[in-house]
């Protein structure tokens, strides 16, 4: 599993498809965050953001491999384990990716509460927003791989069925990553720090089952 998951990595690194995402997450940040403002706010806007663009990783490390050498790795590894290495390179990439803006968020965030009247500690806040990104990182790669290849293999389907799930999946209540970023926003209300690791838990299951769910019927459409 391990050459496995250096050869998917180094697919979408040198493929270079990675920057869009990226840039568009940094972009987001740069329209949302600002220097100053209560640190458990933005790191829940931070959250947030992610979920689509983890989404979108999975597309990418999903895509990305041209149909021969696919069939060549998924003959010499095993259809489902070669797509797990794609799933968990997505995954990988999407929970760096937020751990780099938490605590870059972090450092450039007031340590206060939405009103202002109340400190907030810096570190328990990056905790707490670390945990609610990588519940969104989750989720989102749960998102891609139910709305990509091989669950949907038309881009005319896939594209918008993922678009529209990242989106509901952000906003709709009951959400883990909804309810994650809430417990943040409502925590910069109150001047008390979450700890959302039910969220977490939730959104962790959730991806175990949607990447089981893409492997088996990469296994099954393969054989």
């Not at 496995?4 to 940040?29: D, G, K, T």
């Not at 990305?64 to 069939?71: G, I």
């Not at 309810?179 to 001047?191: E, F, I």
Request: contains cysteine; proline residues 7%.
């Amino acid at each position: 599993m391990t050459a496995l998951l250096r050869y998917q990595a180094a697919l979408l690194l040198r493929s270079q498809r990675w920057l869009p995402p990226v840039i568009l997450y940094a972009a987001f940040l740069g329209i949302g965050v600002q220097s100053g403002q209560p640190v458990l706010d933005s790191l829940g806007y931070t959250a947030a953001a992610l979920l689509p663009v983890a989404a979108w990783l999975v597309r990418i490390c999903v895509t990305v491999e041209p149909p021969e050498a696919r069939a060549c790795v998924a003959a010499a590894a095993g259809p489902g384990r070669a797509h797990l290495a794609r799933l968990l390179v997505a995954l990988i990439a999407a929970a760096a990716l937020g751990t780099a803006a938490v605590l870059v968020v972090t450092l450039i965030s007031a340590p206060v509460s939405t009103d202002n009247r109340t400190r907030i500690a810096l570190l328990p806040a990056a905790a707490a927003g670390l945990l609610a990104t990588q519940a969104c990182a989750l989720l989102g790669t749960a998102v891609g791989a139910l709305t990509n290849w091989p669950v949907l293999r038309a881009p005319g389907r896939a594209v918008p069925a993922m678009l529209l799930t990242a989106l509901l999946s952000a906003v709709t209540t009951g959400s883990p990553a909804q309810a994650a970023v809430s417990d943040l926003v409502t925590g910069s209300q109150s001047g008390r720090i979450p700890v959302p690791l039910l969220p977490l838990a939730t959104a962790a299951v959730l991806a175990a089952a949607a990447i089981t769910t893409a492997c088996a019927v990469t296994s099954r459409r393969s054989s």
